[in-house]
C-alpha cells in the first residue's frame, strides 16, 4: 500500500461545469476525509466517513457539492456548476479509529475554475 | 469552536541553526495534535501525532510538545537543512462522538538560508 491515491492531481474547469474527482484511501483505514486548502491557508474540513457512512458534513458543503464513499473504500466528491470561488486545493485523507493513529494525506487535487 | 493560531506565518533562518515553530489553540479539551509539512503545491506529509495524554514526541531532528493548559504546542528543529524548507502545520483534534476532525493553523513557512 502506498498511501492515500488522489485523481486527478490538476483539473482545469469552466465555469458551470461539472468535475468528478476520486480518493484512494489506505486500505485498512476506515476514515475517511475531505479537506479544501486555499492559498495561504491551512486546510478546512469538508465532509467525514466513517466506512461507507457519511457522518458529518460542513456549512462550507453547499449543496452544489457531494461525496460519496461506495462499500467503504474509495471516495468521490463532486462539484456541480463549478464556480471561481471552487478554485482550490482538494485534500482527502485517511485514518484508522484507533488511538495513536493519525491522518495520512494525498497529494491533492488542484482544481482551478477559468 | 476550536481555533488553531501559528506565529509567525514566516521564518528564515541560516542553515545549521536551532529553531521553533509556535502553535496555540484555544480549546484545551484537544484529543490530539499533529504536526505537518507541506511543500509548495503539494500535499501534507505527517510529522509528529501527540496525543492528549503525552507530553512530547520525537523523530529524528524533529521534537514537538504539548501543554494543554496553555493552549500551546511546540515543534523544534535540530541542526535545520535546507531540505527543511516549507510550510509547517499544527492541527489539532477534538474528540466529537468518534469524529476527530483536524482544525489546522494557517502555518509558519519556513526558509533555510545556506
Known amino acids: 500500500d502506498t498511501g492515500v491515491s488522489q485523481d486527478p492531481r490538476h483539473k482545469i474547469t469552466k465555469r458551470g461545469q461539472n468535475v468528478t474527482f476520486r480518493c484512494d484511501p489506505i486500505?485498512?483505514?476506515?476514515?475517511l476525509y475531505w479537506y479544501r486548502q486555499t492559498l495561504g491557508q491551512g486546510p478546512e474540513f469538508l465532509t467525514y466517513?466513517?466506512?461507507?457512512?457519511?457522518?458529518?458534513k460542513s456549512r462550507l458543503l453547499s449543496d452544489r457539492f457531494s461525496a460519496e464513499r461506495p462499500k467503504g473504500s474509495f471516495s468521490t466528491l463532486e462539484i456541480q456548476r463549478t464556480e471561481q470561488g471552487d478554485s482550490a486545493m482538494y485534500l482527502c485523507?485517511?485514518?484508522?479509529?484507533?488511538?495513536?493513529?493519525?491522518?495520512?494525506f494525498g497529494s491533492g487535487t488542484r482544481l482551478t475554475v477559468v | 469552536k476550536q481555533e488553531v493560531t501559528q506565529i509567525p506565518a514566516a521564518l528564515s533562518v541560516p542553515e545549521g541553526e536551532n529553531l521553533v515553530l509556535n502553535c496555540s489553540f484555544t480549546?484545551?479539551?484537544?484529543?490530539?495534535l499533529q504536526w505537518f509539512r507541506q511543500d509548495p503545491g503539494k500535499g501534507l506529509t505527517s510529522l509528529l501525532l501527540?496525543?492528549?495524554?503525552?507530553r512530547e514526541q520525537t523523530s529524528g531532528r524533529l521534537n514537538a510538545s504539548l501543554d494543554k493548559s496553555s493552549g500551546r504546542s511546540t515543534l523544534y528543529i535540530a541542526a535545520s537543512q535546507p531540505g527543511d524548507s516549507a510550510t509547517y502545520l499544527c492541527?489539532?483534534?477534538?474528540?466529537?462522538?468518534?469524529?476527530?476532525?483536524?482544525?489546522f493553523g494557517t502555518g509558519t513557512r519556513l526558509t533555510i538560508i545556506p
Open positions: 485523507a485517511s485514518s484508522l479509529d484507533t488511538l495513536g493513529v493519525g491522518y495520512t
Open positions: 486500505s485498512e483505514h476506515n476514515r
Open positions: 466517513f466513517q466506512n461507507e457512512a457519511q457522518l458529518e
Open positions: 480549546d484545551s479539551a484537544i484529543y490530539n
Open positions: 501527540i496525543q492528549s495524554s503525552q
Open positions: 492541527a489539532g483534534a477534538l474528540t466529537n462522538f468518534g469524529n476527530e476532525k483536524l482544525t
